[in-house]
């Protein structure tokens, strides 16, 4: 199973939206609504932003927001702040013997 | 609230075992799975392989199939991760994590270095 693609970098200035995509196949991101996004800050261990697509864990900042549509899946980091420079990655759900599969992970520069 | 302590960082000589443990507090410990993950050194996260707290069935990543085992104990509220015949390239930081469509709560991450 391969891991789910993300684009390497994306960057953005403070106050500024930016938007990460996590693209796979109708067995995993298309064909089920179980997709999770983590940020990872340097030596720290990832933190769940978004999960079921959609959804926000209670004390994630309403700046975050989760989407799919067809086989992608996307994160929304609006008004961005410094604090938001990350290593973020999507984890989905496959049919295939793998059950789960990460993505490429992206990390975001703020300018 | 939710804690999941792992223990402390491993050396191991190439050939090797390493087992990892993960306390869980804060919640009913069967209500929850746990999955495995690591993350080699500025590389992105592996998803090892999942347990049910409830009644210890397992789902390993192909890659480890044969060299992993996942294991939990409710009477300590612990959930271990061995991994079998070390190389070189097992160099990461391995975490656990609760739940297994998600993961709302992670370990704090094991370091595990794999030398000779």
């Known amino acids: 199973q391969s891991a789910l693609t993300q684009p390497a970098s994306v960057s953005g200035s403070p106050g500024q939206s930016i938007t990460i995509s996590c693209t796979g196949t109708s067995s995993d991101v298309g064909g089920y609504n179980y997709v999770s996004w983590y940020q990872q800050h340097p030596g720290k261990a990832p933190k769940l932003m978004i999960y079921?697509?959609?959804n926000r864990p209670s004390g994630v900042s309403n700046r975050f927001s989760g989407s799919k549509s067809g086989n992608t899946a996307s994160l929304t980091i609006s008004g961005l702040q410094a604090e938001d420079e990350a290593d973020y990655y999507c984890y989905s759900y496959t049919s295939s013997t793998t059950l789960v599969v990460f993505g490429t992970g992206t990390k975001v520069t703020v300018l | 609230q939710v804690q999941l302590v792992q223990s402390g960082p491993e050396v191991k000589k190439p050939g090797a075992s390493v087992k990892v443990s993960c306390k869980a507090s804060g919640y009913t410990f069967t209500s929850y799975g746990f999955s495995w993950v690591r993350q080699a050194p500025g590389q992105g996260l592996q998803w090892m392989g999942w347990?049910?707290?409830?009644?210890?069935?397992?789902k390993y990543a192909e890659k480890f199939q044969g060299r992993v085992t996942m294991t939990t104990d409710t009477s300590t509220s612990t959930a271990y991760m061995e991994l079998r015949s070390l190389r070189s390239d097992d160099t990461a930081v391995y975490y656990c994590?609760?739940?297994?469509?998600?993961?709302?709560?992670w370990g704090q991450g094991t370091l595990v270095t794999v030398s000779s």
């Open positions: 994590g609760r739940g297994k469509w998600y993961i709302d709560n």
């Open positions: 347990i049910s707290s409830y009644n210890n069935n397992t």
């Open positions: 079921d697509v959609i």
